[in-house]
């Protein structure tokens, strides 16, 4: 799976980040999923190779506006883009009904069907390529993280199962590798049943808002990637005495630390802090605090810059 930041700024936008919103591409590298949806999103998605038309599900991680007030226009641009597949939406009970008062007070007629699921009791979800499921977080209102697991990666022919299920060589076995069921002998033989993993399933989890990373410690357990907000650094939160329901880098790192995460990435990223490390605070800080708590591979994101999880298991910016 790939990571596409769309938005790394928590709270507000700066000249240089929007707020917060994280594209999760299939393997394949068409299909891909959203989570969360702040103001500006869509105009993001147009300096990206990201289609609306392949999105696979939105899903929304709490009720703040910089998580979510970007799902009206996003939709309605959808639409226009000529999208005809449904479309799931995770997302707060409280969210349903102002989005669709938002659709249609606008007067905004989707081509396409709105699937709502409230998050509350939300029992998972998957098709055919992952599944998603939640961890409960801690923010100043209830906040989750969505936990995106491979099934079936790089699917292969199971010979030895074919052979036994005297499945004959040729058009048949073409059809299955692409995923079709075919018929033989009066049956139907459904292509999941003959395709295993050709590699193991990468998992990546991608949080809301929180102030407590070691909720995730159970779920963190292996786990390719963590994308973690990192609002603030130690030394505003001692100033201020005050942490909004937000996490430090250092408290972020400490915690991959201890549990063995090979690649974390922090966002979310309070717009005091600057890109140009000659002022302060600085996105430098950020790092520098994190860096003194955690060995394994660290990641700032960056609006707009894509990163591939290679074969090793490292996260690295992709290249144009």
Sequence with gaps: MDLQFLGTSAGVPTKARNVSATAVIEASGRRWY??????????????????????????????????????????????????????????PAALHEWLRLSLMASDTHLPFELHLHALEGFAGWRNAALQVQIVQLSHRVPSVGYVFTELNPEPRLDIQRL???????????????????????????????YLRASRPPRRVIVCGDNDRPELLAEVAQGVDVLVHEATFTEPVIERSGLTWGHSTA????????????????????????QGDPSRSPCLDDIRQEALAHYQGCLTLARDLQRYHLDRDGHLVAAQG
């Excluded at 004959?168 to 459904?190: C, F, I």
């Excluded at 400490?254 to 005091?272: C, K, Q």
């Design 34 to 91: 959203l989570v969360d949806c702040g103001e500006g999103t869509q105009h993001r998605l147009l300096h990206s190779p990201l289609s609306l038309r392949d999105l696979a599900g939105i899903f929304i991680t709490h009720v703040h506006g910089d998580h979510c007030f970007g799902l009206p226009g996003l939709l309605a641009s959808a639409g226009v883009a000529g999208r005809s597949e449904p479309l799931d939406l995770i997302l």
């Design 163 to 193: 052979e036994a299920d005297r499945i004959p060589r040729g058009p048949l076995w073409g059809e299955l590798a692409r995923g079709l069921s075919v018929t033989h002998e009066g049956r139907t033989v459904h292509a999941e049943h």
């Design 250 to 273: 250092a408290q972020v790192a400490r915690f991959a630390e201890a549990v063995g995460v090979r690649n974390l990435v922090l966002t979310h990223f309070s717009a005091r802090y």
